[in-house]
């Protein structure tokens, strides 16, 4: 079922003698997956996910004409299409295509924060949008395996520049990011494992 929001209107009626009456309520209810095109199945979404896809939807759009996993729609954000850092063209697995894709200078606070967010975009709104059409399995996570590799450079990133967990968040810590790779990390080999383990050290 889809999530929606309801909006409450209040308007001030003005009655027959000049006094202003009740206030009178009117609710609208808003889907929120109207305008996020990456969502075209009607499974309901984990909270955690579903939080996200305002803000999703403002900065990814579709080409329906075209796919991306699983007949999602292909998505882009920033200019970004997921067609150009598609895991599945890759022989190698999708952790090892991420280390490889979404690699960051030797000192990581120069990276390019705002190319790895909407590589992240993309691979968000891609889950989504299997979440959306009840796919999960290997597939779902494949894309989870990128997704939070890209969030661990994300992490790796905003820490280098000197930001704590007091700005980060809990979840948004290297440290915590580090462990969501290792964990879905499907196909990879220890090698790939113990880069990962060695880049959590490089800030």
Excluded: W
């Excluded at 399995?137 to 989870?144: A, E, F, N, R």
């Amino acid at each position: 079922m889809f999530a929606t929001t309801v909006i409450r209107l209040v308007c001030l009626s003005i009655a027959s003698v000049g006094v202003l009456a009740a206030p009178i309520q009117f609710e609208v209810v808003v889907d929120k997956r109207a305008t996020a095109c990456f969502l075209t199945g009607s499974t309901a979404l984990p909270a955690e996910v579903e939080a996200g896809i305002p803000a999703l939807a403002k900065s990814v759009t579709c080409d329906t004409s075209k796919t991306s996993v699983a007949g999602v729609p292909l998505v882009s954000s920033g200019g970004i299409s997921f067609s150009t850092i598609d895991f599945q063209k890759s022989s190698s697995s999708p952790l090892g295509f991420a280390l490889q894709a979404f690699a960051t200078p030797t000192d990581p606070a120069t990276a390019d924060l705002n190319k790895l967010q909407n590589q992240l975009n993309d691979y968000l709104a891609v889950e989504a949008g299997l979440r959306s059409k009840g796919i999960g399995g290997s597939q779902l996570t494949k894309v989870k395996s990128v997704k939070f590799f890209l969030q661990f450079q994300i992490a790796r990133v905003r820490t280098a520049r000197g930001e704590t967990v007091a700005t980060l968040g809990a979840a948004g810590t290297v440290e915590h990011q580090q462990g969501k790779v290792v964990k879905n990390a499907v196909g990879a080999s220890s090698a790939e494992i113990a880069k990962v383990n060695a880049l959590a050290k490089q800030l």
